[in-house]
């Protein structure tokens, strides 16, 4: 099988543009086969769209393509794991196991072989060179479309680096994704407490709540907040959910210069907003950007 510019069986001895990833990401997909490097490689274009690639190599061969395409346009997404579905099961046959789609948005060729089931489900095949899966799933605002074919006949060749192989993987994979999204939004929340620290002794000395000296330690707060949101942005992508820290912080501002004695505090609110939304529509923008 085939994916953009990459086939299982591909000697890459020569492909320099191959990164192959770190130890802590190797914690969350750990190698099954002595000699084995996981490689990341430029996105491919595969059924029109632009795919993530990590190859899994042993032996300077690729032994299994991982392509994932992601969006925050679930319609898109399960346009795209429909055509994945559709692709495979007319170069493969119908799948052997897993959830398949519902009879409204099948072709008449797939109604006859498939039963009626849930679109956000996994699909499995058997093929003359190994299997292929292709699941869907969803996070937050994110989608995916994940599509796997591994080599039966390279991994017969490869030996085991245990005696026995678990199927953890994806549930580690899993864990790692979610401890990314829970650090980047940690990272968001110090970034916008940050920046309404920031709001709040400017907006207070503009006000003469505060003392003049006010401003020093604003410009500290400030170059706090910049620096935890990229810290942010580089764990996770720029992702709208980025957003939401910082519409609470404005939130709290709004109530606070309700209740409280300081009405400088609307204006923290407004510059937390005019933020969250900065953030959302930058985010936007850049998934857009990033699907044509």
């Not at 399960?78 to 409204?104: A, H, W």
């Not at 505060?210 to 401003?215: D, L, M, Q, R, V």
């Not at 009405?263 to 933020?275: C, E, K, N, T």
Request: proline share 4%; with cysteine; net charge positive.
């Amino acid at each position: 099988m085939q994916i953009g510019d990459y086939f299982l069986g591909q000697n890459i001895s020569d492909c320099s543009h191959l990164m192959e990833i770190s130890q802590p990401e190797y914690k969350a997909l750990p190698k099954m086969f002595q000699g084995e490097k996981i490689l990341r490689a430029p996105d491919a274009i595969f059924l029109g769209y632009s795919w993530d690639m990590v190859l899994g190599v042993t032996n300077h061969h690729v032994y299994k393509l991982s392509a994932q395409f992601i969006s925050d346009n679930a319609s898109m997404t399960d346009m795209v794991y429909l055509e994945t579905i559709r692709y495979c099961s007319k170069q493969y046959g119908t799948p052997s196991s897993g959830k398949n789609l519902p009879s409204f948005l099948m072709t008449s060729y797939e109604r006859s072989g498939w039963a009626e089931s849930e679109i956000n489900g996994v699909m499995f095949w058997n093929a003359s060179f190994g299997n292929i899966v292709v699941d869907r799933k969803s996070l937050f605002d994110d989608h995916y479309v994940n599509l796997q074919a591994t080599s039966r006949s390279l991994v017969k060749e490869s030996r085991l680096l245990f005696p026995r192989i678990t199927p953890v993987q994806t549930v580690l994979k899993a864990n790692l994704l979610m401890t990314s999204i829970i650090l980047a939004l940690v990272l968001s929340a110090v970034a916008a407490y940050a920046l309404s620290s920031a709001g709040d002794l400017l907006m207070g000395g503009l006000f003469r709540v505060f003392p003049n000296t006010a401003f020093l330690p604003a410009l500290t707060w400030l170059i706090i907040a910049i620096v935890s949101f990229i810290l942010a942005v580089k764990i996770s992508s720029l992702r709208s959910w980025l957003s939401i820290p910082f519409a609470v912080f404005g939130v709290l501002a709004l109530v606070g210069g309700f209740i409280g004695t300081h009405p400088h505090s609307f204006g923290v609110g407004l510059v937390m907003f005019i933020a969250a939304v900065f953030v959302w529509r930058i985010a936007r923008r850049t998934s857009c950007s990033t699907r044509n």
